[in-house]
């Protein structure tokens, strides 16, 4: 059995090329991919495109790609001779980058759900393998996107090194063994500000070379909720509680936390979703069995318990530094590092970050007027509320108080966005089933 490396090594061996890796959204996250790429054999990104001018040329440079090989065109045809030349294609259009013909896969890194739903989307129906690594996408239209890439034969994945694909990646490792799984989560490192928006946090994001937007979102809780609801629907989990306990947690306690009351833990059910304050940049799976002689060998290897129950902790997550490994599992292996394909579990609600006014228009996610929470599904479907990634251009039909959930009765959805287009497709598949 080679190893992935090799795997890599022989595939541009025998094509005549690494994996032509296309990329949307030249940002902090695909700027970093291009880079780990480029220490990589069998692997390379070929077209990249940003919609602010000159991104993504600028990038390809950021990232140490020889300049000498960059270059500026302004379509699918002129960036297919540059590939198939040797060089890399810098684009100003989505839309023609998803032209090329000549590319293996499409990375969509943009964070913004509606080009996240147009790039996979597009992606998928033309025959191309897609890594998402826009969770908020995914925790809308997940689904969707997965049974749509299943019927066309192609992989759409979530993206190893975030904290989705890293749970699951520690999932899969637990359920193999045969353990029974209670709980998984991320730690959560920035302090949850649910009032936190793109000028509150304007210097630290400068500090920290960041979107103000994307700090926000995290600060706000938008971003653990998303990845939260990511995990939950392609395991079948659910969140206890709308927006999950949230603990503030050491390491060391996480399997006295996370473990059912009558162990002394604070759920009263197994097969939960959520996240810890404290532990972070970790993620987390609690496991338990009745096994005596697996008990007795899981104490004398020293692993983290408490009352029958263990922690299976992973203390780094490298985001899209990780990313290589999901595109060369799809590419040469056709396998999914996450991906929901059963009815999903979770949702990522909408909330007014303030008081809002009938007739405002919704902003961005990490902005100045929502911010989302996890609920279970079957709850949201009920009440029917908003589903966060529909929320973005949506106009209130009333006032809202700060801190009331949205739902679809309070606004009028901007229906020009494909991703509500999606999201009711996805809606109708699940009546369908």
């Not at 992935?4 to 996250?29: C, N, S």
């Not at 780990?36 to 001018?53: H, I, R, S």
């Not at 997940?142 to 190893?160: I, P, Q, R, W």
């Not at 697996?294 to 318990?305: A, E, M, P, V």
Request: proline share 4%; aromatic share 6%.
């Amino acid at each position: 059995m080679k190893t992935l490396r090799e795997r890599l090594i022989e595939y541009e061996t025998d094509k005549g090329h690494p994996i032509r890796v296309g990329l949307v959204g030249a940002g902090q996250m695909g700027t970093g991919l291009i880079g780990q790429m480029e220490l990589m054999e069998g692997m390379k990104a070929v077209a990249v495109t940003d919609v602010l001018p000159g991104r993504s040329h600028a990038a390809f440079l950021e990232a140490e790609v020889d300049k000498s090989i960059v270059k500026d065109v302004k379509d699918a045809s002129e960036a297919e001779e540059a590939i198939s030349s040797g060089l890399r294609a810098a684009l100003g259009s989505t839309e023609e980058l998803l032209n090329i013909s000549n590319l293996d896969i499409i990375v969509e890194s943009t964070g913004i759900p509606e080009v996240g739903a147009q790039v996979c989307e597009r992606a998928i129906a033309s025959g191309k393998h897609v890594v998402n690594m826009n969770v908020e996408a995914d925790a809308t239209i997940g689904y969707y996107l997965g049974m749509k890439a299943k019927e066309a034969g192609v992989v759409y994945t979530l993206t190893a090194g975030d904290e989705p694909g890293a749970i699951k990646e520690i999932y899969d490792f637990a359920e193999v063994l045969g353990f029974d799984i209670v709980a998984v989560g991320k730690g959560k490192n920035n302090p949850l500000n649910r009032a936190s928006n793109p000028d509150s946090v304007a210097e630290k994001a400068i500090k920290k070379q960041m979107s103000p937007k994307m700090l926000a979102s995290f600060e706000d809780g938008t971003k653990t909720m998303v990845e939260m609801t990511s995990i939950a629907n392609a395991i079948g989990f659910e969140p206890e509680v709308r927006g999950a306990h949230g603990p503030k947690v050491a390491v060391q306690d996480l399997p006295k936390v996370f473990s059912p009351k009558e162990a002394g833990g604070i759920l009263n059910r197994s097969k939960v979703v959520d996240y810890a304050v404290g532990p972070a940049p970790g993620v987390f799976v609690i496991i338990t069995t009745d096994r005596e002689k697996i008990i007795r060998d899981l104490n004398y290897l020293g692993l983290s318990g408490h009352n029958g129950y263990w922690c299976l902790y992973r203390p780094y997550h490298l985001a899209n530094l990780e990313t290589p490994i999901s595109i060369a599992n799809a590419v040469l292996n056709g396998l999914s590092t996450l991906v929901c394909l059963q009815p999903p579990t979770a949702e990522t609600i909408t909330i007014a970050k303030r008081d809002l006014k009938m007739g405002e228009k919704i902003d961005f996610l990490g902005g100045y007027t929502v911010y989302g929470m996890i609920e279970k599904a079957s709850v949201a479907k009920e009440e029917q509320l908003l589903p966060l990634g529909l929320a973005v251009g949506a106009t209130l039909k009333r006032d809202i108080q700060m801190g009331t959930v949205i739902t679809y009765g309070d606004v009028e959805l901007d229906n020009s966005q494909l991703i509500c287009e999606l999201r009711r497709k996805q809606d109708e598949m699940l009546v369908s089933r």
